[in-house]
């Protein structure tokens, strides 16, 4: 019996993906690049990596909204060029990020 519940332990992590969560923020004046009008950018980027994507509510006095990205941790999608493959929830924080940081609105230390 105890053979049978080691294999069977062995097999969950095969049968059942795992579920990777991965919660970041971003500054009020530039969610508008993952948002986009109408909700545009964050549906994009939904399809494109295949993650889920909620963006929190504003709370009052807090300068920042919460960003929680989230899906299987099969490492379904490819980065650039690269081989090397990462899952949807990865895919697309490395896409939130390079939205924050190429954007040109108000809180961007580099312009």
Do not use: Y
């Not at 519940?5 to 969950?12: A, H, N, P, S």
């Not at 941790?73 to 895919?91: F, G, L, W, Y």
């Amino acid at each position: 019996m105890e053979a049978v519940r080691e294999e069977i332990l062995v097999m969950i992590p095969m049968l059942v993906p795992m579920i990777l969560c991965i919660a970041t923020s971003a500054p009020l004046e530039k969610i508008g690049s993952i948002i986009g009008r109408g909700g545009e950018n964050a549906k994009q980027l939904r399809t494109e990596t295949q993650a889920k994507i909620r963006i929190g509510e504003s709370v009052s006095g807090c300068e920042e909204r919460v960003i929680t990205i989230f899906s299987s941790s099969r490492e379904t999608n490819t980065i650039d060029d690269a081989e090397d493959k990462v899952c949807p929830a990865q895919d697309a924080l490395f896409r939130v990020h390079e939205r924050l940081a190429s954007d040109e609105g108000p809180g961007n230390e580099d312009s």
